[in-house]
């Protein structure tokens, strides 16, 4: 055979192969026809799935091109899960029903003949299930969508009035026994769902502990190092808080304290000793009524045996008070313990300190009586 007659054969038999090919893979479920999904309410996929019972019923009868068109099945539907406006879509695909429309246009294969029993093929292993036949499957396929039907019935139908049932409870819930009942608040609801929070987070710690040992035993000393911390802490400022403990209220100052007189006194002594030109004396007067306001606010026990600076040293650091009090303090030790003369400019800064520690606010230190450094 010369070469130009093995190239004509060779040409004409891709022409004679190629029109099958094409026709082989337009049936093959890939080529399927699809399309966007359509968005489609309760009735309108009600409709659409009583259009496709009826190809289905229609293309196992036939069984030929025309009647099991996949084309005829539409488009995908997206449904709403519920009646309610806004509710959520699903996607319903019917992919699965152009395949088989594509596969019904072809008879049932005969059924394999059965092959004589022997010791090999009577063994679990050598079982080999039997497939469905395209008949068989067509009526699955009516089943469904008879399924897909009394679901969307279900879907639509109206929910029960219950009106009779909640009027039963009314009553009964008005009754002695519930009296006392008490609704939930929203500190108890959210509560709850801390708790519920917690309970989930400890039950992934425990799954996840089981997989991983390590994990549970590195959860179970990062809770007590923890908890130890806390402890610690909450020892510290108990610590602290008892460094200046409050006096009972049923209490009365001790004999010879600052606060056995009351702070209003001694700043009325104060006033008269300023205008009578008396500046140590009013500034010694306008310290201790601070030290009596503050006494009398169970800021620290009252007792007349401390210094200044012992005063000065039960007030924490943090307190808003301090800086104002120690500067008070500071005027005061200079004026009256010092013997440095004090003016009527060093009275006005003490008196402002010392109004804002009554008022307790936080006492502004605009400059230091008695001439110290700002």
């Known amino acids: 055979m010369s070469r ?25 479920p890939s080529a399927l026809p699809t399309s966007t999904p359509n968005r489609a309410s309760l009735d309108d996929y009600r409709a659409h799935l009583h259009s496709l019972a ?59 003949k059965p092959q004589p029993a022997t010791e090999t093929s009577q063994s679990w292993e050598n079982v080999r299930p039997i497939p469905a036949s395209t008949t068989q499957l067509l009526k699955d396929a009516q089943t469904r969508l008879s399924s897909d039907l009394k679901q969307v019935d279900a879907a639509a139908a109206p929910l029960p009035d219950h009106s ?23 500190k108890n609801s959210t509560m709850e769902k801390v708790g519920n929070w917690f309970n989930r987070l ?26 130890c911390v806390g402890l610690v802490w909450l020892l510290l400022q108990l610590e602290r808080r008892w460094r200046v403990r409050l006096v009972p209220e049923d ?86 313990y010092g013997g440095r003369a004090a003016a009527e400019s060093d009275y006005q800064r003490a008196e402002q300190i010392a109004n804002a520690l009554i008022s307790g606010a936080a006492a502004s230190t605009p400059g230091t009586a008695g001439g110290a450094p700002q």
Not at 75 to 85: F, I, L, Q, R
Not at 205 to 215: E, F, G, I, T
Request: aromatic share 8%; glycine share 6%.
């Open 4 to 28: 130009q007659t093995a190239c004509a054969c060779l040409a004409l038999g891709a022409c004679l192969v190629l029109p099958q090919a094409r026709a082989q893979f337009t049936s093959t």
């Open 164 to 186: 009779a049932e909640r009027a039963v409870m009314k009553q009964v819930l008005a009754g002695r026994d519930f009296r006392n009942l008490e609704t939930t608040t929203p």
């Open 251 to 336: 209490r009365g100052p001790a004999p010879g304290a600052a606060s056995a007189i009351p702070w209003q006194l001694w700043l009325e002594d104060a006033r008269r000793a300023a205008a009578a030109g008396q500046w140590r004396e009013a500034i010694h007067f306008l310290y201790w009524a601070a030290i009596s306001r503050l006494e009398s606010k169970r800021l620290w026990p009252a007792d007349r045996a401390r210094t200044p600076r012992e005063y000065l040293a039960l007030v924490a650091p943090e307190d808003p008070r301090q800086p104002g009090l120690a500067s008070l303090t500071g005027s005061f030790e200079r004026v009256w």
């Open 54 to 112: 009826m190809l289905v019923e229609a293309c196992a009868k036939a069984r030929d091109t025309k009647s099991c068109d996949p084309a005829a099945v539409g488009a995908d539907d997206e449904v709403p899960v519920s009646p309610a406006p806004n509710a959520e879509q699903r996607l319903v695909r019917y992919g699965w029903l152009r395949v088989l429309l594509v596969k019904a246009r072809d008879k049932d294969a005969p059924p394999p």
């Open 202 to 227: 400890i039950d992934s710690a425990m799954r996840a502990s089981a997989r991983a040992p390590w994990l549970g035993r590195a959860l179970i000393w990062g809770f007590i190092i923890a908890v």
